[in-house]
């Protein structure tokens, strides 16, 4: 009896030293798993976090211009400039955030910095997301201010583009003022559909008479097998001194009441 | 490999939960900040430009 209890208790103590030799099937099903999860964050990095934490920076950014270009106790201005031509801004340097885009459409409180190029330094970064083509014009400018974003990644600015309904205000904000354009039509493109971006758009060479305003973004979702290009014409302009149009002074710089 | 981990990780189960936890932060905040955006640009770019 004494030398079984003994026995069964030398075990007891003995038995967390007797560890099972790792073996290097465990070690790679270890490793293996390991990998499909890290693949499965990625994932839902991709799809999801990215856009959050890029979302949350740009909106962040595009804040900061408003307040930086600012003018202290501005209040909203109810009417645009009359009979004035729109200031023309100087070319950005590349990579220079310039702009912001507040599309009303995109949400309550969208608004996104726009920095000068469309290479991937500007779009795949969390701090820009959204590029000013750099052949075309400036905002206000006589022809076409095109941009490019992302639909589903990188803060995936232009996520709503096909909610854009026809008269749908789309402002562009710069140290100068707000432009305003109006929505006008949405087209689909193959991946060379350069014209988009001409001066008098999908008429390349043709003069322009009129201020164009061109986002274009990939589609379907998560693809970049075609384009989707959605359009708007220039409406009206509002001076900087003049304080925001009225429809967004609480996304674009601080109104004092 | 976990299983030596575990065993390596000094302390009271409790402090080691802990310590694997810190761990799996800064390998996650790793995952996020570096490999994650490095990986992203070396397979299937989502371009979203016009080009000729």
């Not at chain 1, 799809?47 to 408003?66: D, H, K, M, P, R």
């Not at chain 1, 009303?104 to 608004?111: E, L, M, S, V």
Request: aromatic share 10%.
């Amino acid at each position: 009896m004494t030398a079984d209890r003994g026995s069964v208790a030398a075990h007891r103590r003995a038995a967390p030293r007797a560890r099972r030799r790792t073996s290097v099937t465990q070690v790679l099903a270890e490793l293996l798993l390991t990998a499909g999860v890290i693949i499965g964050l990625f994932v839902g990095w991709q799809v999801w976090l990215n856009n959050e934490i890029a979302g949350g920076v740009q909106e962040q950014a595009a804040t900061q211009n408003s307040e930086d270009w600012a003018i202290p106790d501005a209040k909203p201005a109810s009417k645009p400039a009359k009979n004035v031509d729109p200031v023309i801004g100087d070319k950005p340097k590349p990579d220079e955030l310039f702009a912001n885009l507040i599309v009303p459409r995109f949400g309550k409180d969208f608004t996104r910095p726009l920095a000068e190029g469309v290479g991937r330094d500007v779009l795949d970064n969390i701090n820009f997301g959204m590029g000013h083509y750099p052949q075309s014009q400036m905002p206000g400018e006589v022809g076409n201010f095109a941009l490019a974003s992302h639909r589903s990644a990188y803060g995936g600015a232009f996520h709503e583009i096909h909610r854009l309904r026809v008269g749908d205000p789309i402002f562009v904000e710069t140290k100068d003022g707000w432009y305003k354009y109006i929505y006008r039509n949405t087209e689909y493109v193959h991946v060379s559909g350069i014209d988009v971006i001409a001066p008098v758009p999908q008429e390349a060479g043709v003069e322009a008479t009129q201020r164009i305003i061109t986002l274009t973004t990939c589609n379907p979702f998560y693809s970049s097998a075609e384009r989707i290009i959605a359009y708007g014409v220039f409406d009206s302009w509002y001076p900087r001194a003049d304080g925001p149009p009225y429809a967004i002074s609480k996304v674009a710089g601080e109104v004092s009441e | 490999m976990y299983g030596a981990l575990w065993r390596i990780l000094p302390g009271p189960v409790w402090v080691r939960i802990l310590l694997l936890l810190a761990l799996a932060t800064v390998v996650l905040v790793a995952l996020v900040v570096w490999v994650f955006p490095y990986v992203d640009h070396l397979i299937a770019p989502q371009d979203v430009t016009v080009t000729e």
